[in-house]
Structure formats: structure tokens, C-alpha cells
């Protein structure tokens, strides 16, 4: 009975992110920033990904700032995420700007 509670009982909620660079250039200092904490990635290179994952507490907007390769620094804002929200959330840097995946995430519980 123990054991069957330990299995099916508990379930951790974290989000799947992978920061994508669709532009020609390098990209460098990147910083995502979530609610309660932050992760980052000193360069991605064209067509190069990063994965992290991460788990969400308190509620906010996820932000990413870098720098391009034209050495211009770039912020945007996305999608806001809530304590319990799961899934993927991709982060496309590209030339005409930052794009998410999706742009909206459902209430958390």
C-alpha cells in the first residue's frame, strides 16, 4: 500500500524550455528570468538550442534579454506563468525578434 502511494501520489509541475537561435549571427548573454528565479547561456550559435527545465513558483512573466550579433542588446516579454503550470515553452530568438511558444500558458492550479 505504501509503495503504491509513493508511485502514483505525488507529481512535480516544471516547464520544458528550449531557447532557439533562428538568426545568422552568434547570440550571447542570454538570460531567461521567470517567476522566482533565472537561468542563462553564455552564446548560442545559428541554428543552436539550449534546453532547461525548470519549475515555476509564485507567478510573473517570463523575460529574456541578450545580445546580438551585431552586439545590440535585446529584452522581451512573454507569456506569464503561474505556480502548477507544466509543459514546453519555446523561446525563438529571430531576426525580426523574440517569438514564443506558446505565447499563453492555461492558470496553474
Known amino acids: 500500500m505504501v509503495l503504491a502511494l509513493g508511485v502514483s501520489g505525488c507529481h512535480s509541475a516544471y516547464i520544458n524550455s528550449t531557447i532557439s537561435n533562428e538568426t545568422d549571427k552568434p547570440v550571447s548573454l542570454i538570460q531567461v528570468d521567470y517567476p522566482s528565479a533565472s537561468f542563462g547561456v553564455q552564446s548560442l550559435n545559428p541554428g543552436q538550442n539550449f534546453k532547461y527545465r ?56
Open 54 to 109: 525548470f519549475k515555476v513558483l509564485g507567478s510573473g512573466p517570463v523575460k529574456v534579454s541578450y545580445t546580438d550579433g551585431l552586439q545590440h542588446d535585446h529584452k522581451a516579454t512573454g507569456p506569464i506563468l503561474r505556480e502548477g503550470n507544466e509543459g514546453s515553452l519555446r523561446i525563438v530568438i529571430a531576426n525580426d525578434g523574440v517569438h514564443w511558444d506558446p505565447a499563453s500558458f492555461p492558470p496553474g492550479r
